[in-house]
């Protein structure tokens, strides 16, 4: 099963940038659909960016223009670019991997967005 590791998080000013990774080991990401997650503090998880096995990637209108997701499946990470920071971007993040109606979870990387 793949097991996903994220890393890249911090503390950022507002309109900084950030790029999350997601290093996934115990099987191969080619093929898969990823995609990278948050969840604020007493806030439901959302989806923050979907990359299909090819290079079809979609975003809610809250990061779209600002996030963007690419995968590397000879390194077998994807990652997560992220800019123009906003307070409302302050979350923790994972990183899913799809294998058919299962899905993989990382521990998540805190992303902290302050002036």
């Known amino acids: 099963q793949v097991q996903p590791v994220e890393s890249g998080g911090g503390l950022v000013q507002i309109g900084g940038s950030l790029r999350l990774s997601c290093v996934c080991s115990g099987g191969s990401i080619n093929g898969l659909p990823m995609g990278w997650y948050r969840q604020a503090p007493g806030k439901q998880r959302e989806l923050v960016a979907l990359i299909t096995s090819g290079t079809y990637t979609n975003y809610p209108d809250s990061v779209k223009g600002r996030f963007t997701i690419s995968r590397d499946n000879a390194k077998n990470t994807v990652y997560l670019d992220m800019n123009s920071l906003k307070p409302e971007d302050t979350a923790v993040y994972y990183c899913?991997?799809?294998?058919?109606?299962?899905?993989?979870w990382g521990q998540g990387t805190q992303v902290t967005v302050s002036s």
């Open positions: 899913v991997a799809r294998l058919g109606s299962q899905h993989f």
